[in-house]
Structure formats: C-alpha cells, structure tokens
C-alpha cells in the first residue's frame, strides 16, 4: 500500500473542534500548536493506535488544515520521540519495544532524580504537604483497586514534584517524557498489586521530601521509576518478544483489539 491519506485510519480526538475554529483568523504559529495539541492527544488516547502510519496529507485532511502547520507538528511529535520517522514523509506513531521503553524510562530517571532532590531542597511546607497528599491519594486508590484514582493521583505526584523546580522547561520535558511512556506502554499494570507497590514508593518519596532528605528523595524516585519500568516490561512480555509485531508489516496498523 502507498502512503497516502488512508493509512490514517482513525479520526483524532474532538476534530469537529478544529473544524470549528476560524483557522483563517489564527495565527501561523497558533495553529501548529493545535494540530500538535490534537495529534498527541489522539496518539495519547490511541485513537492514533501505536505503529500506525501518518502522512502530513492525510492528517491536513482529517483536521481541514493545510500540510505546513502538519509537518512542523510532526517535526515537533518527532523530536518528543511520539512519531519516528520511518524513511518517508510522515512517520509511523511509536511502538512499544524494549529499547523504546528502557530510554524513555532513563530520560524520566534523569529528570526526576533531579527534581525529587529539588523538591526535597526547595519546596515550601505546603507543596511538601501537597506532594504526600497525592502519594496517600495514590496508595488509597491502588488499595481500592480504583485505577482511575490512583493513575491521577500518580500524575499528580510526579507533576507537584516536578513545579517545585519552578522551572516551565523541566516540567515541559518531563510532560513530553511521560507521555512517550504512556504512549509505549498499551497496557495496565500486570496486577493489582503493582499499583500497591508503585503507590507505596510514592509515599516513600514523600517521606524523603518532607525530611528534607534531598540524596534519599532521588534514590527512592530512581527505585520507584525502575519498579515501574520493570512491571511495564513485564506488562507487555509477549508483545515485547514477538519481533514481528513491533516491525509491523508497512501499512497495517496493529491489533486494535483492547486488550484483556
Ligand atoms: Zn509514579
């Protein structure tokens, strides 16, 4: 199959939205950050499912805009790693592999070392409080096996450490670094348990950011961010160790069964 505007096969999420907008009336560098907004977004909620192929003509198409705000929003969906470039015009939305998960996991490490030993340095009495309170939230809601509950209060750990720093930049990267993640891993965790381990190494990094303990905050996110790395590996084994789906033939999508 050619690459042309079929390979996209799925509608991103709230299109009618950017149809809606008078495009014409926005400015240049407004509009790349809509489509880039609404390109992540989809590839986020896998309406833009992982090893999927995009073409600029294809998504100018489905969000009626013209191709050059497409191919700078890619260029930026590329530099974050959520589209790798396949040897064509377009790219292909990243699939799950195992070096794809291990360097995503070491960008987060790097980052969040730093702003775990960050928060335990600089963070006013009431983000300290913030930051347990979302770490107990997170172990209240993996106790209850309420998995909504505990992935937001998850990210809300992870994102009140990091705002600490008071540094937009860091708190973007880390953003773009999560959702790579999120977009690698097309699983939950392996077991209920998972999230009760997960919860409780939240709850150890707070313990560290409210004693001040800048070298034990980093080294318990490190441990915490392997532990998640390793259930994620372990999530997606049988994935991870058939080649063929990772290579995917050149313009199927893969499986987009949910799966069990
Ligand atoms: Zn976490």
Excluded at 125 to 149: F, K, P, V
Excluded at 190 to 215: F, L, R, T, W, Y
Aim: hydrophobic letters at 45%.
């Amino acid at each position: 199959m050619s690459a042309n505007s079929q390979d996209v096969v799925a509608t991103p999420r709230g299109q009618a939205d950017l149809r809606d907008a008078n495009l014409s009336e926005l400015r240049a560098s407004n509009l790349v950050d809509l489509v880039f907004d609404e390109v992540r977004a989809a590839i986020l909620d896998k309406s833009l499912p992982p090893g999927l192929r995009v073409t600029e003509a294809g998504l100018a198409e489905h969000l009626n805009v013209s191709k050059t705000p497409v191919r700078e929003a890619l260029l930026r969906l590329r530099q974050i790693g959520l589209i790798e470039d396949d040897g064509r015009r377009g790219g292909r939305v990243i699939a799950p592999s195992r070096s794809a998960i291990e360097h995503a996991f070491e960008i987060r490490e790097a980052l969040e070392a730093f702003t775990a030993r960050a928060a335990a340095e600089r963070a006013t009495d009431g983000e300290r409080r913030a930051i347990y309170s979302a770490a107990a939230e997170s172990l209240r809601g993996a106790e209850a096996g309420d998995r909504n509950a505990f992935s937001h209060w998850d990210s809300m750990f992870h994102e009140r450490i990091a705002k600490t720093t008071a540094n937009p930049r860091l708190v973007h990267l880390l953003d773009d670094a999560c959702a790579l993640i999120a977009t690698l891993r097309t699983r939950d965790l392996p077991h209920a348990g998972a999230s009760v381990e997960c919860a409780k190494g939240h709850v150890a990094v707070a313990d560290a950011i409210q004693a001040g303990d800048a070298a034990a905050a980093a080294a318990e996110m490190r441990a915490h961010l392997l532990r998640v790395k390793d259930y994620v590996l372990e999530a997606l084994a049988d994935v991870l160790d058939e080649p063929q789906q990772i290579a995917g033939p050149m313009s199927t999508p893969p499986d987009q069964e949910p799966h069990p």
